[in-house]
């Protein structure tokens, strides 16, 4: 396909479809650094109310690194992944340490940042600080494999990726990027998954009665209710006490919650 008709195409629809959400009203790192994490394997459709409500609770990188943990799961509840908050909330507290309350502008200072992988980096890196990083997310990956590996299956980011160099948009690459996920969300309604041919392709795990489905319990228990006998959340969860235990041990290894001898409560 030719590419200079492939980007006509995308900013054509861009142009008469664009999407509008509060996080593309605005450049501040901080408020891409929140938008962006809250978006990682979340629709916009949930994240669109959260997004402000987390912003009026923390305003800027030093009220949410000086917040109680469990001040930001409170607001956070309702968005799922809660080990995203804890992330948040940790990247605030060492950017204010660390990097004199500025958010980095390089890649690989972005990338040692708890939860923040190549794909969350560059689109910090494009939509705040309009970088021209190469980058791919589940809605540009779909935009790719629809126009330029339509015969193929088994398709890798790999492949995929000279592409995305090759049409970035150097000048503007926020707005090209902002164009190719518009682009992509249109695919995922209108035609047969394109990513289902992606070699990282797969499906979502069951939820139900899942490991991630009793961390979020225990989560929003205890930020309700804090500090609670273990017992207690036991018999109220009313799962295998030894799962329960073993998610606990995890929880406490990662920072979530601090467990004594018979009660717990958030860290």
């Known amino acids: 396909m030719n590419l200079l008709f492939f980007q006509d195409t995308i900013y054509t629809f861009y142009l008469e479809q664009a999407r509008l959400f509060p996080w593309r009203q605005t450049t501040d790192p901080y408020y891409i650094l929140v938008s962006e994490i809250m978006l990682q394997q979340t629709q916009t459709s949930r994240v669109l109310g959260r997004y402000e409500e987390f912003i009026g609770a923390f305003p800027d990188i030093v009220s949410l690194a000086e917040a109680e ?3 930001v799961l409170l607001v956070w509840q309702g968005l799922g992944y809660n080990r995203r908050a804890l992330n948040l909330k940790k ?46 997310e589940t809605n540009i990956r779909r935009v790719f494999i629809h126009f330029f590996f ?18 970035l948009n150097r000048d503007n690459p926020r707005q090209w990027y902002y164009a190719l996920m518009d682009y992509g969300a249109m695919l995922a309604k209108s035609v047969p998954n394109p990513n289902r041919k992606s070699a990282h392709y797969s499906k979502q795990t069951k939820f139900e009665d899942s490991d991630r489905q009793i961390r979020g319990m225990i989560v929003k228990m205890l930020v309700t209710e ?5 017992k207690k959340l036991i018999e109220t969860l009313g799962k295998e006490t030894s799962r329960v235990k073993h998610i606990l041990a995890e929880l406490v290894n990662e920072g979530f919650i601090v467990r004594d001898r018979t009660s717990i409560r958030i860290a």
């Open 226 to 230: 804090s500090p609670v006998m273990e």
């Open 69 to 71: 943990l469990n001040a």
């Open 150 to 167: 339509q015969d193929r299956q088994g398709i890798t980011d790999k492949e995929i990726l000279p592409f995305v160099e090759e049409t």
């Open 91 to 136: 990247i605030a507290e060492i950017v204010l340490n660390d990097f004199q309350g500025r958010l980095p502008e390089s890649y690989d200072e972005l990338m040692t940042l708890p939860g923040i992988g190549h794909a969350t980096a560059g689109s910090i890196l494009a939509f705040a600080f309009n970088k021209p990083v190469p980058f791919i």
